[in-house]
């Protein structure tokens, strides 16, 4: 895999996301890019049980555990700021076991889902995040297959994003300062999702209409 | 109009010179004739020289004056093939049959064919002299006596050589390394990795490059066993475009005397790759062109080129 940002898209004003998500698929079609596929990207929230913290008011770290269709035998584990466990499909049969440890969070369910297209040599996917019945935002991933090191071909990541994203490219995403030549992840894409779908939950709720 | 006047009065010029050289001609007979009936039908010695003395002034007079005729004759007439590009053998185009004999227009393409190959002849003196002006700008720091003099024997350099040249270009560059294999006898393989970047196989017939194929830093190089992969291109159009620019790079880069200095050459090229996805178009300044990065690598500077934007 190559080099990968994930951003967040806004809600274009007096357009529904669906609507903002054509016009934007729209956009990358009038570049040249072809569409290949669906993917999905979710996440699931658990806590620390009570019963095993200790009485000195220790607070439960949370713990997300993600799976993405592009790695469909693989389930990631991620704690915020912490390490990633990359781990077969089976991870999740484990943790019903590890009920006493972590307990899921209710309704933490997040995902989002859409359209796969490929551009030459980058992969770009814009998908809608759903929490529940509602659709909560858009999400735009870009990967630049060739490059493995983030910090070499942002700028040049930076020059595609513009070209479809216009006034909304993000800035780079904070994974790519922290190690800076070391081969970029799978893992890393899963940090970015998982930091999206964190500001996309404490963000504001948009109708469930929105979703058609 | 000019034309025609001048050529009827050629024409006319020509007859009067014909009609001149038969003229010139009887007279010469005359003489000859003369000279042969000797002295003859004169009562006395005396008249009989002096008649014949007179008789043959007369005879030599009349070629005297027959010659000068000729002479003012052709001054006339001129140099008829003078303008035509191919002088006298011009006239072979009024050869009336053309059918049997074309030799008009064998000798027109035969000129043709002599002026493109002049032609071609002198861009390629052109070229083999720059080439020339490279080697002796690289001849410095190459230790001259390790170098064949013979061209033969290139082909048939001993390993060994081939591994130090390698491991000397290799010592060269810190951000490349260079992995050489025999997987097929005598003839190397070797696998260079360029920083995290890219990775380039190049297929070696003692120290000419004979083939090579850039694949990307996280692509497979390997086939299921175990060998290099040297069939299989890139998956990423990025590299498959750097491939092509590789395989332009080893026509360029040719010295058949010199085979280490080429592979260094290539090498030193290769580097410049390093900045592969970081560095911007020294035209147009931007990233991407139809969704590539530059891929093109001056030969000379090194400088970033998209393909359509280099010179
Ligand atoms: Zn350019």
């Known amino acids: 895999m190559g080099v990968t940002c994930v951003s967040q898209m806004p809600v274009a004003e007096g357009k529904s996301v669906q609507q903002t998500v054509e016009l934007l698929t729209r956009k990358l ?9 669906t993917f999905c990207v979710d996440c699931e ?30 389930c990631f584990a991620l704690f915020e700021n912490g390490p990633c466990l990359i781990a077969d499909t089976n991870f999740d049969v484990l943790m019903v076991k590890l009920k006493g440890f972590f307990q899921s969070a209710k309704a933490s369910k997040i995902e989002t889902r859409g ?20 659709a909560r935002g858009i999400s735009v991933e870009v990967e630049y297959g060739p490059c493995v090191v983030a910090s070499d071909c942002w700028s040049l990541l930076l020059e595609f994003l513009q070209s479809f994203l216009g006034s909304h490219t993000p800035g780079a995403p904070a994974v790519f300062g922290n190690r800076h030549d070391a081969v970029y992840g799978p893992a890393d894409t899963m940090v970015q999702y998982m930091e999206l779908f964190n500001k996309i939950r404490k963000q504001q709720q948009v109708p ?3 979703i058609r | 109009m000019a034309d025609v006047i001048n050529v009827s009065v050629n024409l006319e010029a020509f007859s009067q010179a014909i009609s001149a050289i038969q003229a010139l001609r009887s007279s010469v007979s005359r003489v000859f004739d003369c000279l042969k009936d000797g002295m003859r039908n004169k009562e006395t010695l005396e008249g009989r020289e002096k008649a014949f003395i007179a008789h043959f002034q007369d005879n030599l007079h009349s070629v005297n004056r ?11 007439v001129g140099k008829p093939s003078e303008n035509h590009p191919l002088h006298n053998s011009g006239l072979l185009s009024l050869d009336p049959v053309q059918d049997k004999t ?19 002849a002198g861009l390629a003196s052109g070229l083999l002299n720059q080439q020339s002006l490279k080697r002796s700008a690289n001849q410095m720091g190459v230790s001259a006596k390790r170098r064949p003099k013979a061209q033969p024997t290139t082909l048939v350099l001993p390993p060994q050589y081939v591994d130090d040249v390698i491991s000397r270009i290799d010592r060269m560059f810190p951000e490349m390394s260079i992995h050489l294999s025999r997987p097929n006898g005598t003839s190397a393989m070797l696998l260079v990795t360029l920083g995290k970047v890219l990775k380039v196989i190049v297929v070696m017939r003692s120290l000419f490059i004979d083939r090579t194929i850039v694949k990307g830093y996280n692509e497979n190089v390997y086939t299921e066993d175990g060998k290099l992969d040297i069939w299989s291109k ?14 332009t790079a080893l026509l360029h880069y040719q010295l058949p005397q010199m085979p280490d200095v080429v592979v260094r050459s290539f090498m030193t090229w290769l580097r410049s790759y390093i900045k592969l996805f970081q560095a911007p178009c020294q035209r147009c300044g931007k990233f991407l062109q139809d969704g590539l990065p530059p891929t093109w690598r001056d030969f000379r500077t090194l400088e970033a080129f998209h393909d359509t934007c280099r010179q």
């Open chain 1, 29 to 37: 079609e009038m570049l040249g890019a072809e569409k290949q596929g």
């Open chain 1, 45 to 74: 929230t658990y806590h620390t049980a009570a019963s095993t913290l200790g009485s000195q008011g220790q607070t439960g770290k949370l713990m997300y555990v993600m799976h993405n269709s592009e790695y469909p035998l693989s």
């Open chain 1, 115 to 134: 359209t796969r297209y490929q551009y030459c040599d980058f992969l770009v996917k814009v998908g809608t995040v759903t929490m529940g019945p509602s």
């Open chain 1, 208 to 210: 469930v209409a929105g």
């Open chain 2, 66 to 76: 027959d010659l000068n005729e000729l002479e003012r004759l052709s001054n006339l």
């Open chain 2, 102 to 120: 074309p030799l008009y227009s064998q000798l027109l393409q035969a000129y043709k064919w002599s002026n493109k190959l002049q032609y071609h």
């Open chain 2, 234 to 247: 890139s998956n990423y159009q990025v590299f498959q475009k750097v491939t092509d620019h590789a395989t």
